[in-house]
């Protein structure tokens, strides 16, 4: 079985200011994969990172940047030069299995102050 | 390519009623999952299709909910007789059938509301 825990409901940050948003995990999986979507007010799911568990070399991708911590079960979420478009719900994820079906968090609601 | 597309957006139905929520998985992808998401909550897994079998059912209600995926055609995602519980955004995704499997691609969602 697999649980996501995001201890964090809201979160504020000055425009391109640097957060980071917490995620930890628990799984039974040898085999899994991390992700954080992203929940605007369209409600869309977009997906912003992915991580390998298998890899030990953190995910990238432009502005975001994840530190994944193997061994604390740890998965947390760094956005750099927060823009006013980053406001959002955030939910981390893990995947994994026979199935691969997505277990979530409960979501962190970033806000983006000008 | 066009990506995963759910309809109708926005569904209003009665106690009682049916609701049919349809899913196009994207061009080439055969596994879709459905997820639902109650009023200030995260998504929580439903089920896990792929064409004509249902693999993974385990978060779905034990009764008045069925889900399918044909050969041809959407999924689609029936719940009969609907409470007011059921209220809540139900989101469809799809995962290729190689290479990045675990990468689903998620819909726009349905938002049910049940009056």
């Known amino acids: 079985a697999q649980t996501v825990t995001q201890s964090q409901p809201e979160m504020s940050v000055q425009e391109a200011e640097t957060v980071t948003l917490s995620c930890t995990y628990d799984?039974?999986?040898?085999?899994?994969?991390l992700f954080w979507y992203k929940q605007p007010p369209s409600r869309q799911m977009i997906l912003v990172i992915r991580?390998?568990?298998?890899?030990?070399q953190n995910a990238t991708e432009n502005r975001f940047s994840v530190n994944f911590q193997k061994a604390a079960k740890s998965f947390s979420l760094k956005i750099s030069d927060s823009q006013l478009g980053d406001a959002a719900m955030y939910f981390c994820?893990?995947?994994?299995?026979?199935?691969?079906?997505?277990?979530f968090g409960t979501g962190t609601l970033l806000a983006v102050q000008p | 390519n066009a990506g995963v597309m759910q309809n109708p957006r926005h569904l209003v139905r009665r106690r009682g009623q049916e609701a049919r929520l349809r899913c196009s998985p994207m061009?080439?992808?055969?596994?879709v999952y459905w997820y639902r998401q109650l009023p200030e909550e995260g998504l929580k897994f439903m089920v896990y299709?792929?064409?004509?079998?249902?693999?993974?059912e385990s978060g779905m209600p034990k009764e008045r909910f069925s889900a399918e995926f044909p050969k041809e055609g959407p999924s689609i995602l029936r719940i009969q007789q609907v409470v007011r519980g059921d209220s809540a955004a139900y989101f469809c995704?799809?995962?290729?059938?190689?290479?990045?499997?675990?990468?689903?691609?998620f819909g726009p969602g349905t938002r049910l509301t049940v009056l």
């Open positions: 995704a799809s995962s290729p059938d190689r290479g990045k499997e675990n990468e689903q691609f």
């Open positions: 991580q390998e568990a298998y890899k030990q």
């Open positions: 799984t039974s999986e040898s085999d899994y994969y």
């Open positions: 994820a893990a995947g994994g299995g026979a199935t691969n079906k997505l277990i």
């Open positions: 061009k080439g992808h055969s596994h």
């Open positions: 299709l792929q064409k004509e079998n249902i693999i993974d």
